[in-house]
């Protein structure tokens, strides 16, 4: 846990744009961090310089060559930080636009069969994945999550795998419920019975919260929104096997190498990437004696990881004197109290109240969270529950148990009145 080292929790923070204050309206903890999360001050300083730069990749001059040098590092950063030897990244407009482009090529690109997901998969696969196999002419099968979990495992899976699955789409993290699923599990049980199959997982709510390894998941495409993993928004970051990259896909005509990117892409975007993987490199070694940098990346996950169950457990059942989620009147947590998949994410409703009301009233006491509709965004996960709308309470690493105090207070006040 990060507070076990004297001054690490505060030198964590400190290297985080606005922890404690908005910009427009001051003082506030900040639990929405599934919806973006807080942003390095390293790679604010690296956007600015960057925007800066005029000159573009491949010309004959140094400026030109220092900006190839420097993806070619960010990519090799990108190689460390997901564990992937094999294959290629990179850069795209967002994590959507990404996963639409890996599955449409995919789905186009294969023999005629099935499309496989699951209802707990965010929209930017159910969508990608529905469109292209109605274009495609191919049956798209969802296989149905667990409601009391929020959940999905392999075990579900196994009776829509057949040997003509063509393309399976995976969900690594909810960004509803929180909870976190097994690619690998449920990739094995695929290659089983389909080995050619192309699996394309969207990661895009797990990558803050560590524990990457593509090489542990023998998948073909994974895919992260930077804005939620410490960067910055206006890109997204792909990684591609071997064997997808080999499908026929969209780029210049004549275009040497095959590649994935459209257009001059933003060096910035790469670096700022960079600057996530050293920030993850310098919190590991701060938790680990490692010496290998990937070693120190995979240390900070874990610290990571466990102070987030420890944040987790402090809203749920208490901190101090007092009560946690559980104890107090009205209140439901969606996906169950001991969840051991919940990845920093807490979903509740309170008996009386429209989740729309208890955001604002917890945005009036210093706390910023998020309402989840049931729209096409969230709609796949609450309709089944029967609720129109949810509080959706997503912490980070650099959120503290103080905070979560602030939190429950403010809760205790809420729900004391919902109940009067």
Request: glycine content about 10%; charged content about 20%.
């Amino acid at each position: 846990m990060l507070t076990e080292k004297p001054g690490l929790i505060e030198a964590v923070r400190e290297r985080f744009a606005h922890v404690d204050t908005c910009p427009f309206e001051g003082p506030r903890v900040f639990f929405e961090n599934a919806g973006g999360a807080l942003t390095l001050k390293s790679v604010v300083d690296t956007s600015a310089k960057f925007a800066a730069i005029p000159d573009n990749q491949g010309r004959d001059n140094p400026a030109a060559h220092a900006l190839v040098a420097l993806i070619d590092k960010a990519k090799e950063d990108m190689r460390v930080f997901f564990n992937a030897p094999e294959g290629q990244f990179f850069v795209g407009e967002s994590g959507t636009e990404l996963l639409f482009r890996l599955i449409r090529t995919a789905i186009v690109g294969t023999a005629p069969g099935r499309v496989l997901g699951s209802t707990l998969e965010h929209p930017a696969t159910r969508s990608a994945a529905h469109h292209w196999a109605e274009v495609a002419g191919k049956p798209h099968v969802l296989v149905a999550h667990d409601n009391a979990t929020g959940h999905v495992n392999s075990d579900a899976y196994l009776p829509e795998i057949t040997p003509d699955t063509r393309v399976a789409t995976i969900l690594h993290t909810s960004p509803v419920t929180g909870m976190g699923v097994d690619v690998a599990s449920i990739a094995r049980a695929i290659r089983k019975i389909a080995p050619d199959c192309i699996i394309i997982v969207d990661g895009i709510q797990h990558a803050a919260h560590g524990r990457l390894d593509i090489a542990s998941y023998d998948i073909d495409g994974y895919v992260v929104s930077p804005y939620k993993v410490f960067s910055r928004h206006g890109y997204g970051v792909a990684w591609v096997s071997d064997r997808l990259h080999a499908i026929r896909h969209e780029h210049l005509i004549d275009a040497p190498g095959n590649p994935w990117e459209f257009g001059t892409r933003d060096t910035g975007a790469y670096v700022t990437f960079s600057d996530v993987v050293d920030y993850f490199d310098w919190l590991g070694g701060e938790v680990s004696e490692a010496t290998d940098r990937r070693a120190r990346i995979v240390a900070a996950g874990e610290a990571i990881h466990a102070h987030e169950a420890h944040l987790v457990h402090a809203m749920l059942h208490g901190t101090g004197n007092l009560k946690g989620l559980a104890e107090m009147p009205g209140v439901t947590i969606i996906g169950g109290l001991d969840n051991p998949r919940r990845e920093g994410l807490v979903s509740l409703t309170v008996a009386g109240m429209e989740a729309p009301d208890v955001v604002t009233a917890l945005r009036a006491r210093g706390i910023r969270t998020h309402t989840r509709k049931a729209d096409h965004y969230s709609g796949n996960i609450l309709t089944p529950l029967g609720l129109g709308s949810a509080v959706r309470v997503s912490m980070c690493h650099y959120n503290t148990e103080g905070e979560v105090a602030q939190f429950l207070q403010a809760m205790r006040e809420i729900t004391e009145a919902a109940s009067a």
